[in-house]
């Protein structure tokens, strides 16, 4: 859900705001205030509730109290209506009773139908009252006149004692209308009243105002007392008259109702409200702290994978080769020491082969770069596709590649992968829109029986390599024993071939060419031979292929065709004049673009007719960079040289290059005359080349020849020359000359 993630995150945001703590403080903060104004409302109305019912309680008891009083009055007025004549003494005494009994009287008084105060008990302290005329005013009049008349009671409400101080008097008629004799009346002293009808607690706990027909007839309780806020108002009855009695709590009693309550719950709230923002605070805190370590982290670890890709980028390319993509030597021999401590532990062989691509310098020379880099790309794709866990496949540098097969158990094993690397190369490569036929040679070292560390096995599989080259292309060779002594001595003859051409090592062999047609020997093929000086004479295959390889063959040649041309030149004057001289040259000659300069300088130097000099060369070099050794074999015929094919038949199947190039002599091979008597195939091989250089006007030379089968074999099919020991060994120009001029002839006896 994309749409809620941003929605959280301002949520998030929001939370970790710094506002959010203030809020939350906030909140507390009205909170505590809603619920402080809420707890003194409460209070207030407590408070009131409790004024209002001892208001009502005070009135109720003031009633209550002031009706016993009238009661009283009430029940001495009716005796004295039924006695009339009681006596004063009598009256005084029950008048005393009444005195002890309620003890709140000021006064006990009878007063005549005149309003005279006749008796009054107790005398003392009232006797100024004695005689008084209680209707001393109009309305007082009224009210008594009124009183006797109905036999109601009256009240006089709060006024001016005769005695002294306000009071109130209670008049209860004695007898109604006519029968009226006067009244008995209750003086009340307004303090002694007070005092009498409320508690203590009250007194001291309310100020109560007592207000009468309107105006404040008396107040009572402490001056400081009245927190009008809370005063409470009730209505008291008494007989014709109504007071409004007005409670004001005192400052004190307010004080002892007073509760703390709201106060703590306000500041519980408060500092509830400050810690829990202040624990927000800090847990934001902590949670942006947090969230840094995260970023961090995050950043950290985003730094750290990248690192990890570096270096694994930086290893691969390491490792790998970057124009094939393979493993590259350091990597191979990394992985081979590796390799060798676990073939070493769980006794296993293991098997390092070398594979060197044929022909490929020549390749790379002629065709340039490009192609020979696109060569090794393909290639490496299809070694590629071998490796396994057990088998990884490196690119050693040049042409050369390393295998190294793990876990091999027998040496099958070994032979199958050397198999499957050979059809590696079965199919032709196509390049740059041309299709080349490649092969491999490979070099085979076992471990443990070929050497025991990754040096010592690269080296014996290089050696190994070195004779599979030696006994021709395209095959493979398992590192023996002696190979080690054969290296030594291939690396000494290197390292003397340096020396050899200045020092006049050189010396040429020659071989005749029997004509089987005339049976006369007009021409002979030149072999080198190196006089070395300490081994003695060293036959061609063991430094030609060092020469080719360093680069030496190329003056080498020059020595050959200089010699033979001098000997061409010895002989022009004498018997042997018609000679002509065949050389060898290899393909790295052809790729010398000076060669056929040299040739016409070496035989206008010695004063040579060109067809007195042959060339041989061997097929695969008609079939190399065919535009440009065309070139070179063109100029070389034109100049009148004849060029033969050597070792015809054993290189290539296409036939084609015998009808572009200017050939003058195929040479058959010796492996198929070894044999041409005995083996059907061989001689079957041997009629159809013949037959196809005679169809194609080409002369055909039998090389080998060593037997006198053979010889007639080749007779019988027409061949034009023989050459082989049968005739001739190589021999030096001195013992040609002896017996081509003895005029010996193999055949002579026929
Ligand atoms: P190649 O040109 O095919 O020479 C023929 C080889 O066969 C010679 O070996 C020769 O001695 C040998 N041979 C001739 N008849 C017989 C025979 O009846 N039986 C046997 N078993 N062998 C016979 P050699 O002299 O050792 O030369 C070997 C190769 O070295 C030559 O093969 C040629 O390719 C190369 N070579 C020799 N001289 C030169 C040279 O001056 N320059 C170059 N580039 N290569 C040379
Ligand atoms: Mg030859
Ligand atoms: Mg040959």
Request: with cysteine; charged share 25%.
């Amino acid at each position: 859900m994309p749409a809620s993630k941003p929605a959280t995150r301002q949520i998030v945001a929001a939370l970790l705001s710094p506002a959010f703590p203030a809020l939350i403080l906030l909140a507390f903060l009205g909170i505590a205030i809603a619920l402080k104004l809420g707890a003194d409302n409460q209070h207030n109305h407590q408070l009131q509730a409790t004024l209002a019912a001892e208001a009502q309680a005070l009135a109720r008891d003031l009633e209550r109290r002031f009706d016993n009083h009238v009661q009283a009055l009430t029940r001495m007025a009716n005796r004295l209506v039924v006695t009339p004549d009681t006596p004063e003494d009598a009256w005084r005494a029950d008048a005393r009773n009444y005195l002890a009994d309620f003890g709140s009287y000021q006064a006990i008084e009878w007063i005549d139908g005149d309003y005279l105060i006749r008796w009054l008990e107790p005398v003392n302290g009232n006797g100024q009252a004695a005689g008084f005329n209680v209707a001393f005013s109009s309305s007082r009049r009224q009210a008594l006149a009124r009183a006797a008349a109905t036999g109601d009671l009256d009240t006089s409400g709060v006024i001016e004692l005769a005695q002294g101080g306000t009071g109130l008097v209670i008049y209860a008629p004695v007898g109604a209308g006519d029968a009226n004799r006067g009244f008995i009346a209750g003086v009340f002293k307004m303090a002694d009243l007070a005092s009498s009808l409320m508690t203590e607690r009250a007194r001291n706990v309310f100020r109560i105002d007592i207000h009468e027909n309107g105006r404040l007839a008396y107040r009572l309780g402490p001056e400081a007392a009245g927190q009008d806020a809370y005063r409470q108002q009730v209505t008291v009855n008494l007989p014709n008259i109504e007071w409004r009695v007005t409670l004001a709590p005192s400052t004190a009693w307010l004080a002892s109702r007073h509760s703390n309550l709201p106060w703590i719950a306000f500041s519980v709230l408060l500092v509830v409200g400050i810690l829990v923002s202040l624990s927000t605070l800090l847990i934001q805190l902590v949670l942006k702290r947090h969230q840094d370590l995260l970023k961090t982290r995050s950043e950290l670890d985003q730094e750290i994978r990248q690192r990890q890709l570096i270096q694994q980028d930086l290893a691969r390319l390491e490792s790998t080769d970057t124009l094939t993509g393979l493993a590259n030597r350091r990597f191979f021999m990394e992985d081979l020491s590796h390799a060798l401590s676990l073939a070493d532990r769980h006794q296993r062989q293991l098997a390092l082969i070398m594979i060197d691509l044929d022909r490929f310098q020549m390749l790379n020379d002629s065709l340039g770069h490009q192609f020979g880099d696109e060569l090794l790309i393909k290639v490496s794709e299809r070694l590629n596709a071998l490796s396994d866990e057990r088998v990884l496949v490196a690119y050693s540098g040049g042409d050369e590649f390393m295998v190294c097969q793990q876990h091999v158990d027998a040496i099958d094993d070994v032979i199958h992968l050397l198999g499957q690397l050979q059809k590696c190369f079965a199919e032709p490569f196509s390049i740059q829109r041309q299709i080349h036929g490649i092969t491999a040679t490979m070099g085979i070292a076992v471990y443990p029986q070929s050497g025991l560390d990754a040096d010592e096995l690269l080296r014996n599989a290089d050696i190994a390599l070195y004779r599979a080259k030696e006994s021709g292309r395209n095959t493979y060779q398992f590192y023996t024993e002696g190979m080690q002594d054969r290296e030594v001595r291939r690396l000494e003859l290197d390292k003397d071939l340096n020396l050899a051409l200045e020092q006049d090592q050189f010396l040429l062999h020659l071989q005749p060419k029997l004509d089987l047609d005339t049976l006369k020997m007009d021409s002979v093929e030149a072999l080198i031979r190196w006089q070395h000086p300490t081994r003695g004479l060293v036959p061609p295959f063991e430094f030609i292929p060092l020469a080719e390889e360093s680069g030496r063959i190329t003056d080498i040649g020059r020595w050959v065709v200089m010699a033979a041309c001098r000997q061409l030149a010895a002989w022009s004057q004498g018997p042997l004049a018609h000679l002509r001289i065949a050389v060898n040259l290899s393909g790295r000659e052809l790729d010398d673009e000076h060669l056929i300069d040299n040739i016409q300088q070496a035989l206008a130097e010695h004063n040579v007719p060109a067809n007195r000099l042959e060339v041989e060369l061997t097929e695969e070099i008609f079939i190399q960079n065919i535009e440009r050794n065309r070139n070179q074999l063109v100029r070389l015929h034109e100049l009148g040289v004849h060029l033969a094919i050597d070792d015809f038949g054993v290189g290539y199947s296409s036939l084609a290059y015998l009808r572009d190039f200017p050939v003058d002599l195929l040479k058959i091979d010796r492996s198929f005359i070894t044999n041409v008597t005995d083996r059907h195939d061989d001689a079957v091989i041997t009629r159809a080349v013949i037959n196809l250089a005679h169809n194609l006007g080409v002369k055909v030379v039998a090389e080998g020849v060593e037997t006198e089968q053979q010889l007639q074999f080749l007779r019988q099919h027409r061949c034009d020359y023989a050459q082989g020991y049968l005739i001739s060994r190589p021999v030096s120009a001195e013992q040609l000359e002896k017996l081509l001029l003895d005029d010996y002839s193999p055949l002579r006896q026929d």
